[in-house]
Structure formats: C-alpha cells, structure tokens
C-alpha cells in the first residue's frame, strides 16, 4: 500500500516553460486535493476534486489547471511557469465520510527561474 | 471566513520540557480540528484530531482539547524528545462535502539533547 505517491520530486524550470505533476494514491479515496507551501503561510489550497468527474477551485488557482484522470490520479498542470510558482507542492486525498482526514505525499519541490 | 491563527515559531526545547503550541480557530459551525506534523523532506502526517466540542485528540503523547468557549486547540506534550523535531500545523475542516482543510502557518520545534 503505497498510499499517495507524486512524481517529480524535484523540478526546474524556466520562466514560460509548462509542466505537469503527477499524483496517484492507491486508498480508494474519493476526494483528492492539490497544495502549495511556502515559507510563513502553510498550505493554500490550489484546487480540490470531491470526486471522480469534478474539480473546483481553491484559495490559489491562478495559472494552474488540474485534472482528474479517474478516481486514483490527479494532475496539477502550470502551462506557463513564473517564479511566484516556485514553492513545495503538497497532493493529498481523503475519504469523505465524516472523518475528515487527508493524507498527503511527499511533495514535489519545484523552482522557476 | 474560516481561518486557524497558530504561534509563531520557531520553538527551541531541552529534551524532557514541556510543549505547548496555541492554536485559535475562526469558522462557522462546528469544525473539525486537525494537528498535522511534518518531518523534514517529508509530507504532512496526521498527529491527532477532534471532531466536536470538549473532545480530546491523543497520540504519541501529543494531546488537544477542542475548547468552543475559546475557539482553541492547543497542542501539549508533556516531555519532548529529539525525534519530536518538525514543524506542526494546526488545521480546521470546513465541514463542506469537499473537505477542505485550512492550515494555519505552522510552527517549527526543535528538540536539543
């Protein structure tokens, strides 16, 4: 049981280039969410998927798009990378049945220059 | 909106001290309440939670008590060890089907022999 998995783990890019990040979790859970961290804020919500067929836009949605692929993988894309999006990108999922947990993957640490 | 305000960091104790992290909460209805830890190069782990007023959350010696009177959610612990170094996030869920979690900004703890 690898619970949530995301690929890359590291990433550079330059300004303008477009990449995906890859996210999977194998615990059968409808809902699958998609965070930043950076320094002194804690995690924002970028976009969130309830279930399988439907996204929705988080607290920070500017210059990404997401899609949910089936019920285990979801996809963060940015199409035209800056350097306000260089952070730690955090993918979680959760079943959504009153006890509200998340679980989260590693990350993926990616910087624009 | 919902919001969590929690200490500021970072936290510096000698193993064997007591540990206290506040954590106040903002929301409407009744929230769940969630401290997550993180090691470093890790992603986030649930450390304990509570779903309704008065409920205590405990794991690894960690303890909450969800306080409605004064919208808090403090984390204890009553002897710290070097291994409890990592940053804790205290979150609320919003309670809506898609489970969203807000964090607050998060508190760094260093445990030092």
């Known amino acids: 049981n690898a619970g949530v998995t995301q690929t890359p783990k590291f990433q550079v890019l330059k300004t303008g280039q477009s990449m995906t990040l890859q996210c999977a979790q194998d615990?059968?859970?409808?809902?699958m969410y998609w965070y930043r961290q950076d320094p002194g804020m804690g995690l924002r919500l970028i976009y969130y998927s309830a279930s399988e067929g439907t996204t929705d836009k988080g607290e920070v949605p500017n210059g990404y798009n997401v899609s949910r692929l089936n019920k285990r993988e979801f996809s963060l894309r940015l199409e035209s990378a800056a350097p306000s999006q260089t952070s730690v990108y955090f993918c979680?999922?959760?079943?959504?049945?009153?006890?509200?947990?998340?679980?989260f993957g590693p990350g993926t640490r990616l910087t624009v220059l | 909106g919902d919001s969590v305000t929690q200490m500021e960091g970072p936290v510096t104790l000698s193993e064997e001290a007591f540990l206290t992290i506040n954590c106040t909460y903002t929301a409407t209805g009744y929230p769940s309440l969630f401290w997550y830890v993180q090691y470093p190069g890790e992603g986030l782990q649930l450390l304990l939670k509570a779903t309704k007023a008065d409920d205590k959350g405990s794991n690894k010696g960690f303890e909450a008590t969800y306080r409605k009177e004064t919208t808090s959610f403090h984390l204890e612990k009553g002897s710290v060890q070097v291994s409890d170094s990592a940053v804790y996030f205290c979150a609320l869920s919003d309670q809506t089907g898609a489970n969203n979690l807000f964090f607050g900004t998060g508190t760094r703890l260093t445990v030092i022999p």
């Open positions: 615990m059968n859970h409808n809902s």
């Open positions: 979680a999922s959760s079943r959504v049945d009153g006890l509200n947990e998340q679980f």
